[in-house]
């Protein structure tokens, strides 16, 4: 069994590799700051409290630290930087990410239409 040092079971097993130390959640907000300022502008802080949310919900319902990628993007994506939709969106996630995926399909085709 491998463990952090100082953990329970801490000598039994070797250190824990990088590759599979999951980012914190600040270092998942920071890295989402620019595209919450360039979707979101001024409502970029609430943007990402609003994911911050998610993560929280997500872990809460699944179990999992973060929602996959996929269904974040999808939350971006359906979102369209309007703090209403991300709401919703992340509230889809969590209780249905299926019928999120969905709705950022007819998302992307819309998109693809009007190119």
Known sequence: MMVRDGAAGAGSGGRVPPSLIGISRRERRDADRGRA??????????ALDLFDLLELSWHD???????????VEDVW????????????A???AVIDWRDLRLAADEVRSRLKERA
């Not at 300022?37 to 609430?46: I, K, P």
């Not at 319902?61 to 990628?69: L, Q």
């Not at 994506?77 to 919703?88: N, P, Y």
């Open 77 to 88: 994506v359906v979102a369209d930087g309007q703090l209403g939709r991300l709401a919703s």
């Open 37 to 46: 300022a360039l979707e979101f502008g001024a409502d970029a802080v609430a």
């Open 61 to 71: 319902c699944f179990g999992d630290i973060t929602p996959p990628a996929e269904v």
């Open 90 to 92: 992340a509230r889809l």
